[in-house]
Nanobody
Framework: QVQLVESGGGLVQAGDSLRLSCAASGPTFNMYAMGWFRQAPGKERDYVAAIRWSGGTTYYAASVRGRFIISADNAKNTVYLQMNSLKPEDTAVYYC??????????????????????WGQGTQVTVSS
């Protein structure tokens, strides 16, 4: 059972930056990708970004492209989300999720939470105006 633990959330002002971390433990030998999703109060969980574990190709939702950066430290089994120019609408609980298995280099629906196998408990990010 893979375990994911997020950290780094907090309360910041609009325009500030924040970096989230997610550490994976357990049988991670077949990690394929990791992603970040977020859920605002009363709304569905939305895709934010993803990174392929082999090669490091990154993908972003349009709402965060150019402001957020996803990266990974494979040796530490940790994925990061650097969030810059934060806006009040970025306020949400941020979840780290993992895709396990072998899927090749072709397209994968990283934007679809159904394609993920494990997720963490989430970390709250609040951006005040």
């Amino acid at each position: 059972q893979v375990q994911l633990v997020e950290s780094g959330g907090g309360l910041v002002q609009a325009g500030d930056s924040l970096r989230l971390s997610c550490a994976a433990s357990g049988p991670t030998f077949n990690m394929y990708a990791m992603g970040w999703f977020r859920q605002a109060p009363g709304k569905e969980r939305d895709y934010v970004a993803a990174i392929r574990w082999s090669g490091g190709t990154t993908y972003y939702a349009a709402s965060v492209r150019g402001r957020f950066i996803i990266s990974a430290d494979n040796a530490k089994n940790t994925v990061y989300l650097q969030m810059n120019s934060l806006k009040p609408e970025d306020t949400a609980v941020y979840y780290c999720e993992a895709v396990m298995g072998t899927y090749g280099r072709g397209p994968y629906p990283f934007y679809d939470e159904m394609g993920y196998h494990y997720w963490g408990q989430g970390t709250q990010v609040t951006v005040s105006s």
